[in-house]
């Protein structure tokens, strides 16, 4: 594959370079006399680095391995950060990011000259099948490989960094899962055993409602609202949140296996199907992925009691809370309606290190990533009081789950620039790149650090594993046989060990997953979602453009209507530009007596270059950018319409439009009517009138952002909730309300904090404005009988009609770009209740990298603020603006 810098100029990655010039060029009397070499913060630089770099970096004394940090940005848009930098040639080294994003956006670089690829032996030949044809099955085998420490890494790893038959990753080191971490202390108070887990859900709900706390009415269980989390309540079911499908040679059949399947095998032929090249689709609206978000939401909402008698808990139906008593082995249980219990876990809504930091206090069990039982230590926790268990399988014939919670490096595609002058020294570079990259993925790293917690007493917290492999096996005995046991059902198999989905885009179908399923299944409006409906839509986006792309085939269905209508907007476009500028041409007037000299167009040319550069160029590149498949690094092909007709095609795009209209229309209700309402007010009140403006304008001296953050927590939708604290003072068995996440109301919401914020501002404009309405007016429009609604209709507003109608084109213009207060509040959510078109783009660009979407996206929008605006300004010139004369 061709490496080449990208041809054009991104404005946005010059401003990269620049900002991140300071940083190398400080370094740069220091880069003169080592080779340095970079690494993203998912590896620390700054903690002791293990003995086998150490003894590399000596055998290489002028060798440095230096942290690297981009431009600061929100989290979801880490990413961007990162491939802006390689846009500008000033990337990392050595990377971690989602494998098959950083492969389209060409950001990673192959490692095929340590470890070989798919269809070539190790001898360079290539792999032929018996009728001289290539071989290729998408993986690097066994006669494939360069690298002997290839094969020693886990089939599903190496499937998981493998993209085409190529290598682009290495795993980092094993050993840390994704389980339910629990408190023995806890669930031993509760009666129950932690060395017999729950086998199934069922099991698992009733742990849940026994460790119910009955004193502060709480669970003692909790889940985070993250799609990684859920991730392994999928597998449980056996099935997967994407599927792959291989078609027969020779039956022609069709046969779907979980993405990660590392056996294929036709079930009614037992056919090997290992050489088949896969198709990939999602599948989150199978039978088996709805069952999981089915549980949580049984898990979260499903009423139930504990029965008096036997103290076990029994699950209401609709007819038992009807009939106020439930009917069990042909026994009633009778209830009132205060020993119902809504729902047997709580939902994480603060950090997750400081929910973690309640576990064997009020928090028996949470599902979590963890290596080894020592790393909570620091947090105040108890060792020797926490264990882990597998995600139960959903029925009793169900393998139970542990999900590894494994980073990927990748080699960075500017080490191909670095080095040297020739290819030889660019190689020499490379090669020890590639050296730091197997020694930080390798288990050997944490030895020593495994050795200090074995000499400090801590073997019995640790992975077995890393004992049996350091020879320390004598300290297995002190391992707690719950532990022992988990660890032996994985090396067995009696536990599936999975990885977090990895085929397709899943970094930026996930967010999708959790913001328009999970979190709302948990939220407290959640209630009554229909989340099977939300997954068959989502599932259809997926497979459409979110995770998968739509067929060139079904684009192309399309392309004659789209060039019919490109062609009409073309032609409309055009013949606004020509009224506009014949309507300019016909009001002319006289230059007799005007300066023509140069000298004006001297002193207009720095504003008229910057313009240019930073309003124009972007735009005419944007333009551009519309018809390409654009590629952050490299060539970006041509691809005509398609952006656009797959946006067409999306019915997203028609949500985001009608949300934006939406929001548009509350906002201009809202914030704009509200100044000039003020503005009468404050005219009218009889004293303190320099108090109440001065009250009105404070808001404004406030950062935007501290506003909005502060709106934030009033908003909060738990009990602790400024608004909803405030609310409960006043109002008997008040129920908080979720502002933020209850689509009835967030609209509102995001609104509202800017509406505080700016009246004041607005308001004193418009008490400039009253004060140019003659008082003889008022006076006489009173003899005359009229009263103060007559007053205002008559009078004061067609007097300060025109500055109304300015204000408000610029409002409209301002509003539908607006997207900060959406940005901070709910990033969209929840679902997509609040995405506009200008959050759309910015995830499209920043968080998916999409940026031909995002810049068609941004056309859209453009064309349809230039019609309303056309149409404004054709108002705004039949408006009779007049001076106002003073004596």
């Keep these: 594959m061709g490496w080449t810098r990208n041809s054009w100029s991104s404005v946005v990655a010059t401003f990269v370079a620049v900002a991140l010039w300071g940083t190398i060029f400080c370094s740069g009397a220091e880069a003169g006399r080592h080779t340095v070499i970079t690494i993203t913060s998912r590896y620390n630089t700054q903690m002791r680095q293990p003995k086998a770099l150490r003894d590399f970096l000596t055998r290489h004394p002028g060798v440095r391995l230096e942290q690297w940090d981009g431009i600061p940005m929100p989290p979801q848009a880490w990413g961007a950060s990162l ?13 971690e990011r989602d494998i098959r994003q950083s492969v389209e956006q060409r950001l990673a670089y192959p490692l095929t000259e340590w470890i070989g690829r798919d269809g070539a032996l190790k001898n360079g030949k290539p792999k032929l099948k018996p009728d001289g044809t290539p071989e290729l099955n998408g993986q690097i085998d066994a006669d494939e490989v360069k690298w002997p420490g290839w094969m020693k890494i886990k089939p599903l790893y ?20 994704v ?22 859900w069922e099991e698992f709900i009733r742990w849940c409602r026994l460790l119910y706390n009955r004193d502060s009415k709480s669970p003692a269980v909790e889940f985070i609202p993250a799609s990684w989390d859920f991730a392994p309540w999928v597998a449980t079911t056996g099935s997967s949140i994407v599927v792959q499908a291989r078609r027969s040679p020779t039956t022609g059949k069709t046969y779907t296996f979980n993405e990660q399947d590392t056996t294929f095998r036709a079930s009614d032929t037992g056919e090997n199907l290992q050489n088949v090249i896969p198709t990939w689709r999602c599948n989150v609206a199978s039978k088996p992925c709805t069952a999981a978000v089915a549980f949580y939401h049984r898990l979260r909402w499903a009423p139930w009691i504990r029965d008096r008698q036997s103290g076990d808990p029994v699950e209401l139906t609709a007819e038992d809370m009807e009939r106020g008593f439930a009917l069990r082995d042909g026994r009633r249980i009778p209830f009132q309606d205060g020993d119902v219990i809504e729902g047997s876990i709580g939902v994480t809504v603060t950090d997750t290190y400081d929910t973690l930091k309640r576990m064997g206090r009020d928090l028996a069990m949470f599902p979590l990533w963890s290596g080894d039982m020592t790393q909570f230590e620091t947090m105040g926790l108890d060792p020797s009081d926490m264990g882990m268990m597998p995600f139960p399988g959903m029925t009793t014939e169900r393998r139970p789950v542990l999900q590894a919670s494994n980073s990927f490096f990748m080699i960075g595609k500017d080490v191909l620039r670095r080095g040297g002058d020739t ?12 050296e730091i990259l197997t020694i930080i993925t390798s288990p050997e790293g944490n030895d020593e650090e495994i050795r200090r917690k074995v000499a400090a007493g801590q073997a019995k917290f640790l992975n077995p594993r890393d004992l049996e492999r350091l020879r320390l096996d004598d300290y297995l005995r002190d391992i707690p046989p719950e532990n022992l046991k988990m660890w032996e059902d994985i090396e067995s198999a009696k536990i599936l060990e999975v990885v977090e989905p990895f085929m397709g885009k899943w970094l930026q179908f996930r967010d999708f997953y959790q913001r328009e399923v999970i979190d709302l299944v948990l939220r407290p409006s959640g209630k009554e979602f229909d989340y099977r409906a939300a997954l068959q839509q989502l599932e259809r986006d997926a497979n459409t453009g979110i995770m998968f792309e739509r067929p060139q085939s079904a684009l192309d269905r399309y392309r004659p209507v789209a ?46 270059l910057s313009i240019a550069l930073w309003g124009y160029y972007p735009l005419s590149r944007g333009l551009v950018m519309a018809f390409q498949d654009y590629k952050i690094v490299g060539k970006s092909l041509y691809v005509g319409l398609n952006n656009f007709i797959s946006i067409a095609l999306d019915p997203n795009f028609y949500h985001y439009i009608k949300t934006t209209f939406r ?27 320099v108090f109440f403006r001065t009250l009105f304008f404070l808001p404004q001296m406030t950062s935007g952002l501290v506003v909005t953050l502060m709106w934030k927590e009033m908003f909060q939708g738990t009990a602790t909730g400024t608004i909803n604290r405030a609310l409960g003072h006043f109002i008997h068995d008040y129920k908080p309300i979720d502002w933020l996440g209850d689509p009835k109301v ?36 009173g003899l005359d009988g009229a009263g103060v609604r007559q007053k205002v209709r008559h009078i004061t507003m067609p007097t300060i009609l025109p500055l109304v109608l300015i204000n408000f084109v610029g409002a409209f213009i301002g509003t539908f770009q607006s997207m900060g207060s959406i940005f901070l509040l709910t990033f969209g959510g929840p679902g997509k209740e609040t995405m506009v078109m200008g959050m759309a783009i910015w ?32 108002i705004l010139r039949r408006v009779d603006f007049r001076q106002v004369k003073t004596e």
């Design 179 to 200: 389980g339910i971490l629990y408190s023995k202390r806890l669930l031993m108070k509760a009666g129950l055993d932690p060395r017999t887990p729950p086998r199934n």
């Design 563 to 608: 060039r019919i209508v490109a062609l009409i907007v073309f032609l409309v476009f055009a013949g606004v530009v020509v009224l506009m500028v014949r309507g300019q041409m016909r009001r002319a007037t006289s230059t007799a007596g005007v300066y023509k000299g140069a000298l004006p167009w001297i002193m207009l040319a720095p504003a008229l």
């Design 423 to 434: 290819e030889k020294e660019r190689k020499a570079y490379r090669d020890l790149v590639w």
């Design 746 to 781: 967030v609209m509102a919401c995001v609104i509202i904090p800017g509406v505080w914020a700016a009246a004041g501002i607005g308001s004193l404009i418009y008490l400039a404005a009253l004060k140019s309405v003659p008082d003889e007016l008022y006076e006489a429009a």
């Design 663 to 689: 929001f548009v229309l509350w906002n201009l209700i809202l914030a704009f009517f509200t100044p000039i309402a003020l503005a009468f007010l404050l005219t009218e009140v009889p004293r303190l009138k």
């Design 158 to 177: 190496r499937q998981v960094v493998t993209v085409d038959g190529v290598a682009y990753s290495l795993p980092n080191r094993g050993g840390t899962y």
């Design 83 to 95: 491939a802006m930098a390689m846009a500008a040639n000033i990337g990392p080294d050595i990377f």
């Design 843 to 874: 995830q499209e660009a920043y968080v998916n990298l999409r940026f031909s979407l995002a810049t068609s996206y941004a056309w859209i929008l453009g064309s349809i603020l230039i019609g309303f605006t056309y149409l404004q300004l054709r």
